[in-house]
């Protein structure tokens, strides 16, 4: 439960005694505040998101029966330009989840300097009780519900938890439906015959590993015989668990949905990736030492720890018990700020979402640009696009963090706060 500090003005459709993500978000705006100088009189833009959409989003079933879904569109912030995030299907998506997710959109694009808003979406349902052609159908309804607001220069969704490429192309189709015309940089994550960008999938994975290198070395952490655990092994963190192994990383533990397995000398993250494609999930991998109860992973000694699900997994009750050196935040919002206290206190060098996993967001540009200019660029190019990208907005963070004595998670909020709120000052209010 996160309530909400005195000082602020809360809408009326939230619950000030459970406020949920939004109210985590919220602290961390009041501890950038203090950074912001002059700029400090906008700080209540950060506060409120531009426009928020709820949506029903009614199917026919399979069976005939006629189903109903709650559906959202949040655009927190587009002083720097349209508003970009994700869309997740998730039963337990609320309006303050999708508020923070893309509350941190902004944060995250601002930090890596792409010329987005934050923007975010999601629908309450869980995607597994639905069959392909329900799936579609939910997809279809729920984008020509939000299409009023979305657009190549409007609002950009992607892939976020439980969508992936089929979801995005359901969503273009959709969209040129109602237009009349095909706009492919209505959405990114697209496949590539629909105009996605080659390193897409990966991009998220591979900027935590970027930015965990970096990290690492400012440590003194060599990478190679670095001991990793990682929490969720989709394509964030099974890519980052791939790329730490082929860089000579022990990854001694994976925790997600079906279970956590243990091997202190290293799994084969290669034959685990077969193994969870083959059956869903990595509980019964015959290449592991040891299955241990879920709440045990927080308790397994590591360098790194990769944190690549959902928010709220690092609290204040199992932060104590956290033994590593270097936090890599592949999810959104995996950290609580008591936790983030506690992990700070015992010397845990924590790489924040909004910086960790923005590579994802970043190819999501270089794919949106492609789309425009009809050029595609190779692999390696956006790759080595994506590294210096991913390189430089560390070490600006870093060199805010030590310049002003504070966490990498503020140093990341002052430097994009600063460029949201400069953005908004230089356009002024209209009329």
């Known amino acids: 439960m996160t309530s909400v500090p005195a000082q602020h003005a809360l809408p009326s459709y939230l619950n000030a005694e459970d406020l949920g993500p939004w109210g985590v978000y919220l602290q961390q705006i009041d501890r950038v505040t203090p950074h912001l100088g002059s700029l400090s009189r906008w700080v209540e833009t950060l506060k409120r998101p531009k426009r928020i959409l709820t949506v029903d989003v009614p199917i026919e079933r399979d069976d005939g029966t006629i189903a109903h879904y709650e559906g959202y569109r949040v655009q927190h912030n587009m002083s720097r330009g349209p508003g970009k995030g994700g869309v997740r299907f998730h039963q337990d998506v609320t309006l303050s989840e999708v508020m923070a997710l893309s509350a941190w959109m902004t944060v995250k694009n601002a930090a890596v300097n792409v ?11 869980d995607p597994k009780t639905l069959s392909r052609g329900e799936l579609q159908r939910l997809t279809r309804r729920y984008t020509s519900e939000i299409s009023l607001i979305i657009g190549p220069n409007k609002d950009i969704p992607a892939p976020d938890v439980n969508t992936n490429e089929q979801v995005m192309a359901w969503m273009m189709d959709s969209y040129a439906m109602i237009e009349g015309n095909l706009s492919t940089g209505v959405v990114t994550g697209k496949p590539i015959s629909l105009g996605g960008s080659l390193g897409r999938r990966e991009a998220t994975g591979r900027g935590v590993f970027v930015v965990g290198r970096e990290a690492a070395a ?20 099974g890519v980052a668990a791939t790329m730490f192994a082929e860089a000579g990383a022990e990854v001694i533990a994976v925790q997600d949905h079906t279970g956590t397995i243990v091997h202190q000398g290293g799994l084969d993250v290669a ?59 592949g999810a959104n919002g995996p950290t609580t700020p008591e936790a983030d ?24 540009y270089f794919e949106w640009v492609q789309d425009f200019s009809s050029f595609f660029w190779t692999e390696d190019e956006i790759n080595a696009r994506l590294t210096r990208i991913m390189q430089d907005a560390f070490n600006a963070v870093w060199a805010v963090a030590q310049d002003k004595k504070v966490t990498l998670r503020t140093a990341t909020f002052i430097l994009a706060c600063t460029r949201v709120l400069q953005a908004r000052e230089v356009r002024g209010l209209y009329p």
């Open 271 to 329: 034959l685990l990736h077969k193994f969870v494609a083959e059956t869903g999930g990595v509980a019964n991998f015959p290449g592991a030492e040891q299955t241990i109860g879920r709440d045990g992973f927080w308790d397994i000694e590591s360098d790194i720890l990769i944190p690549a699900a959902l928010e709220q997994q690092i609290t204040a009750a199992n932060a104590p018990r956290i033994r590593t050196k270097i936090i890599l935040e």
């Open 115 to 125: 010329p987005y808003g934050g923007a975010k979406g999601g629908i309450r349902v």
């Open 218 to 237: 400012k440590r003194g952490v060599a990478i190679e015989g670095a001991r990793v655990a990682v929490q969720g092994f989709g394509n964030v963190g």
């Open 341 to 364: 206290d506690i992990l700070t206190d015992k010397d845990v060098l924590i790489v924040p979402d909004v910086l960790a996993n923005a590579g994802g967001v970043t190819v999501s």
